[in-house]
């Protein structure tokens, strides 16, 4: 059985649905009401430390035509961007509006777009860039952006199933598809896949893959009845360890993970804890990738898990909400507060980031081609 708060949080379910010279700049700021933070919080395993969470105060509201998708937010370094699926261009944040311009794509591969591949993509590294895939003449490229330039682009593999995209230290891509790990290079190509011990799952939403900064590839996923939250990893070179469940006496089912290695080192996972009449966000870290502590977001909150970010270990970002409600949440010290929120008719999506000394940024998406991006001056 859960504990008796997630019983009590229960009952209170029902309301919550109630409650460059080539660029061009983004105008449309307007304040938000607020100025939101939180105090620092220690690292683990010392890992660097975020300053805490600044609520975004710069808020920015563009029509996307035509619109394909939520608007994807992320960082490398200390610039933060925004593009979104099939898209040739994106934003970055000056500090006190957004450019737009067009993407740097490797030579071999200019003129693609972005692939978001259902969600899946692009993905934060460990080591402080963005892996992208890339379409071009219906193909698919991985590709990784580190600031200053993108790494040589491979063209994937077709392959069905696939849970997830990374890059480790060395150059290597990996795709996790099926039963499969594929790894590979744009010098040596992919090899032939390698066994994951995944069992069959139904869709590629039940599980979730990256690489910590030591090379660590950790998966987690869904299964059983009721579906409990397993992850297990391998170091580079050795043997996958045995799955490890981190919800032993759940009874709800735990569906659409998520998971994220920070710059610093370490791994953050997310998962919802789904019964028939309510929904619970649960959160773990690990300084290793072996040995998980429970962030315990499920004493205080309620609603699915829409996006997980972790620039710190200590201090991960959950979006949780509905189709016509996101709330953004930041930690500090050892529980989550509510940084930002967002009503909107129908909300696509979204996502945000937060840098090391505080600053937040948020990207929200509605069907209506409304998308609203939210920043910290």
């Known amino acids: 059985m859960l504990r008796r708060t997630w019983v009590i949080l229960a009952a209170c379910a029902l309301l919550v649905a109630c409650g460059s010279d080539d660029s061009n700049g983004i105008g449309g700021a307007s304040g938000a009401s607020g100025t939101g933070g939180a105090s620092g919080t220690g690292g683990a395993g010392g890992a660097p430390t975020c300053a805490g969470a600044i609520q975004p105060s710069h808020i920015t509201t563009v029509t996307k035509s035509p619109n394909y998708g939520p608007p994807q937010l992320f960082r490398v370094g200390s610039t933060v961007y925004i593009t979104n699926h099939v898209s040739k261009t994106w934003l970055h944040w000056t500090g006190s509006a957004w450019n737009e311009a067009p993407i740097p794509w490797p030579s071999a591969i200019a003129g693609a777009a972005v692939d978001t591949l259902y969600g899946k993509a692009p993905v934060p590294l460990a080591s402080g860039g963005e892996l992208f895939i890339a379409t071009l003449s219906n193909k698919r490229y991985l590709t990784a952006f580190d600031g200053q330039s993108f790494s040589a682009p491979l063209e994937m593999p077709t392959l ?38 995944l069992p069959s799952l139904p869709t590629i939403s039940y599980a979730v893959m990256t690489a910590t900064a030591s090379d660590r590839i950790v998966i987690a996923y869904a299964s059983g009845s009721p579906r409990h939250l397993f992850v297990y990893s391998k170091a580079p ?19 659409d993970p998520k998971i994220v290695a920070p710059v610093g080192g370490g791994v953050v996972v997310a998962v919802n804890g789904a019964s028939t009449n309510y929904v619970v966000p649960a959160v773990w870290n690990s ?31 959950l979006i949780l909400g509905s189709l016509v409600q996101h709330n953004l949440y930041a930690r500090s010290g050892n529980g989550f507060f509510k940084l930002d929120t967002k009503s909107w008719s129908y909300i696509d999506g979204s996502s945000a980031r937060q840098l090391p000394d505080g600053k937040t940024f948020w990207a929200i998406g509605s069907s209506g081609a409304l998308h609203e991006y939210r920043a910290t001056p």
């Not at 998980?292 to 970002?317: H, N, Y």
Request: with cysteine; aromatic share 8%.
């Open 237 to 255: 070179g050795g043997a996958w360890t045995a799955p490890q469940d981190l919800t032993p006496q759940w009874a709800v089912t735990a569906q």
């Open 287 to 317: 300084a290793d990738g072996l040995s998980f502590t429970d962030m315990d977001p499920q004493s205080t909150l309620l609603g699915p898990v829409e996006e997980l970010s972790a620039d710190c270990l200590d201090s991960p970002l």
């Open 160 to 197: 069905s199933n696939v849970y997830g995209i990374t890059r480790t230290s060395d150059g290597q891509y990996h795709v996790l598809a099926g039963q499969k790990l594929y790894s590979g290079d744009a010098q040596s190509g992919w090899g032939p896949g390698t066994p994951a011990p």
